[in-house]
């Protein structure tokens, strides 16, 4: 059925003969052509859905690479300064700070006021570390900071006031004698006399 509009602005309806339908090139439903029309119609919906999809999900997929990216190189950055931030005091323990060596038997340990009383701290003595000790009473003492067990590098504690080696437990007092622990002797005694504000430490002449 077929709306007609004339001249005069009235509306009259019609019907158009096949032959005007196969003229104007319109197709019955249901015949064999309009049926290939709507499914290249239904296949070209399909495609462009299909490619609107795509478009969208390599954005999503591109945003979501770079938080990842974003996220990964932040938890590394800090897992990075914990590191750092823990193994710094170490190396800085086990390896001695620089000395002035005034010999290969006299070094400056340090100067007046670095240590508090019941502290010590790691010198270099030539190529070995040393240990000054200031104790309780006031009273500098220096030994040879490497264990006479297996040369592990030992320290002060001053929640005990003794010289303790991390590696077996093994421990000493503030003269340098073997307590407990596996050491099985001192640790090498140095003498320590003050010049002005230094600290001087020299090994004992062998008598």
């Given at each position: 059925m077929l709306l007609f509009e004339d001249f005069g602005g009235s509306t009259t309806t019609g019907s158009l003969h096949p032959a005007s339908s196969e003229m104007f090139g319109a197709s019955a439903p249901g015949s064999p052509k309009s049926n290939r029309i709507s499914a290249s119609l239904h296949l070209n919906r399909v495609q462009r859905g299909s490619m609107q999809s795509s478009s969208s999900g390599g954005l999503s997929t591109g945003a979501l690479t770079g938080r990842r990216r974003f996220v990964e190189f932040f938890l590394g950055g800090g897992l990075f300064a914990s590191a750092l931030s823990f193994l710094y005091p170490i190396t800085r323990y086990l390896i001695p700070p620089q000395t002035t060596d005034m010999g290969s038997d006299t070094v400056i340990a340090g100067r007046v006021g670095d240590l508090k009383p019941n502290s010590g701290k790691i010198f270099r003595f030539g190529n070995k570390p040393g240990l000054l000790v200031l104790t309780r009473e006031g009273e500098y003492r220096a030994m040879a900071a490497t264990c006479t067990h297996l040369d592990c590098t030992v320290q002060h504690r001053p929640e005990t006031g003794d010289v303790w080696c991390a590696c077996h437990n093994g421990t000493y007092d503030t003269?340098?004698?073997?307590?407990?622990?596996?050491p099985p002797r001192p640790l090498e005694v140095?003498?320590?006399?003050?010049r002005g504000d230094e600290i001087v430490v020299t090994r004992q002449r062998q008598t």
């Open positions: 003269t340098g004698r073997n307590v407990s622990g596996p140095f003498d320590v006399h003050l």
